[in-house]
T-cell receptor, first 111, second 113 residues
Framework: ELKVEQNPLFLSMQEGKNYTIYCNYS?????LYWYRQDPGKSLESLFV???NGAVKQEGRLMASLDTKARLSTLHITAAVHDLSATYFC???????????WGAGTKLIIKP | NAGVMQNPRHLVRRRGQEARLRCSPM?????VYWYRQLPEEGLKFMVY????????ESGMPKERFSAEFPKEGPSILRIQQVVRGDSAAYFC???????????FGNGTRLTVT
């Protein structure tokens, strides 16, 4: 059974600091997704990582994928308050909709 | 260009009542997916539908839950005789074709009292 584990599950940090969220998964997979969810809102797609060594960056967020280690990271550079949200990673089994989701990392960035 | 529209945003039902959740996909999308999210957890796939067809319902509970996507109108997720354990956020997503990116709605938060 494919399992996806994120850590930490909760992170409180100061603005301006850097930090990394980790996503481990238990079996091979072709695609890994990162989503952002604001309280009471929907999920916003951030990144889709398709191959080993893939790295994608958008603003202060950078995601990478190591399929051999079955590990993805989401790195936050010089955090700002607007990045406060819950971040989910998800791994697909055979299709884009049968995703296995991590429990989410709740990120609070204090001004 | 409206995104995926779900209604209602919040729904309160007493145990034993029926809950109907609606989802209108993005314009041009004919594939609809329903997910459930329990507090502090990720999403769990429930069902995948195309117009008038259920493609994959492997995540649907065997009893009390049903889904449809008629030729006209929104997709409906129906939960009969709700129980407290049904309290969750239910998200709908749509896509233009199989394996193309999913677009999520804002969800319906169901509370069973």
């Amino acid at each position: 059974e494919l399992k996806v584990e994120q850590n930490p599950l909760f992170l409180s940090m100061q603005e301006g600091k850097n930090y990394t969220i980790y996503c481990n998964y238990s079996t091979t997979s072709d695609r890994l997704y990162w989503y952002r969810q604001d309280p009471g809102k929907s999920l916003e797609s951030l990144f889709v990582l398709l191959s080993n060594g893939a790295v994608k960056q958008e603003g202060r967020l950078m995601a990478s994928l190591d399929t051999k280690a079955r590990l993805s990271t989401l790195h936050i550079t010089a955090a700002v308050h607007d990045l406060s949200a819950t971040y989910f990673c998800a791994v697909d089994m055979d299709s884009n909709y049968q995703l296995i989701w991590g429990a989410g990392t709740k990120l609070i960035i204090k001004p | 260009n409206a995104g995926v529209m779900q209604n209602p945003r919040h729904l309160v039902r007493r145990r034993g009542q029926e809950a109907r959740l609606r989802c209108s996909p993005m314009k041009g999308h004919s594939h609809v997916y329903w997910y459930r999210q329990l507090p502090e957890e990720g999403l769990k796939f429930m069902v995948y539908l195309q117009k008038e067809n259920i493609i994959d319902e492997s995540g649907m509970p065997k009893e009390r839950f049903s889904a449809e996507f008629p030729k006209e109108g929104p997709s409906i997720l129906r939960i009969q005789q709700v129980v407290r354990g049904d309290s969750a956020a239910y998200f709908c997503a749509s896509s233009s074709s199989y394996n193309s990116p999913l677009h999520f709605g804002n969800g319906t938060r169901l509370t069973v009292t």
